[in-house]
């Protein structure tokens, strides 16, 4: 939808009112024509809602506030802010998509789901097994204390939910004669390390 033309006038508008027109124009022109772009660029969206708040807006009260001889009509301006109103919710509609601030169809697993048993006492908490046992994968070498803190459980629960599901938390199936031709084998290369 253009922005609404101001009628031609005699005498003509003064050149102040032209060239706020002119700016008005080219400033919605080229958000407007950003939007149909499908370019959106999350840092070009926010820069057009801050051009239209910051130079649009001010723009626009000016020009409502002379009231003098040369004052534009109060409908051709309100027509025009209408315009800047629709454009600027589009842009922040358009910025809320392309972040996922809208609606959006991605689904964050939830690792703790509470399980109301109806007696008296708190609810269980029950963790995903698949969540354990990737987390307690012995490559990842992480200790069931900063699990059960990212998780918000308590150790103790932590343990139960591990042993309810045969999680293996120990050690590598490493056998002591392959343990000690690792270390040989590491000593010999004059290796550094500790």
Not at 38 to 65: C, E, K, T, W
Not at 131 to 155: N, V, W
Request: hydrophobic share 35%; net charge negative; charged share 25%.
């Amino acid at each position: 939808m253009p922005l609404p033309s101001l009628l031609p006038r005699d005498p003509p508008w003064p050149s102040s009112v032209s060239e706020s027109c002119q700016i008005l124009n080219d400033l919605y022109e080229s958000s407007n024509n950003m939007l149909e772009s499908g370019n959106h660029n999350r840092h070009r969206l926010q820069h057009h809602v801050s051009m239209l708040f910051n130079d649009v807006y001010p723009l626009i009260i000016a020009l409502d506030m002379d009231r003098g001889a040369d004052s534009v009509p109060s409908l051709w301006l309100l027509q025009v802010a209408q315009c800047f109103v629709e454009l600027t919710e589009q842009l922040i509609d358009t910025d809320k998509e392309t972040t996922g601030e809208g609606s959006s169809n991605v689904q964050v697993p939830v690792p703790i789901a509470v399980e109301h048993t109806g007696q008296r006492g708190r609810p269980h908490k029950m963790v995903d097994p698949e969540i354990l046992r990737a987390a307690m994968d012995p490559e990842k070498g992480l200790s069931k204390q900063a699990l059960a803190k990212s998780l918000g459980i308590d150790q103790k629960t932590l343990r139960k939910r591990l042993r309810e599901n045969d999680v293996d938390t120990g050690f590598s199936n490493i056998t002591n004669a392959d343990l000690d031709v690792m270390i040989k084998d590491e000593c010999c290369t004059g290796s550094t390390s500790g």
